[in-house]
């Protein structure tokens, strides 16, 4: 009886070597696999970078749509095509001076 129990015994652990040599091949080819990918794409940085990210989500809706108030208020008001073209353009080139003046914390 005792060598029917170390027969068993010993299929029982070449069974369970077997599983964990194919689970360890498995997770060396995740982890090549994840470390290839993670080579791959490109790092993302955290925080505050950018240029958008200077300024708060209120903040932004309110440049966003002040400009947007003024350039209706241009085609509105103005009559001449050209005039009107060349404010927006305008307003546009002096935007980012005016947001810098207007918002900027340093």
Excluded: C, Y
């Amino acid at each position: 009886m005792s060598k029917e129990r170390a027969r068993r015994r010993e299929a029982r652990q070449a069974e369970l070597e077997r599983e964990r040599a194919v689970r360890a091949r498995r997770v060396a080819r995740r982890d090549r696999r994840r470390a290839v990918v993670r080579r791959l794409t490109p790092s993302v940085r955290r925080g505050r970078t950018g240029r958008l990210r200077r300024h708060s989500r209120g903040e932004r809706a309110a440049i966003v749509l002040l400009t947007g108030a003024a350039v209706a208020g241009i085609w509105n008001f103005v009559d001449d095509l050209a005039l009107r073209l060349a404010l927006v353009v305008l307003l546009l080139l002096v935007l980012p001076a005016v947001v810098v003046i207007a918002l900027d914390r340093r």
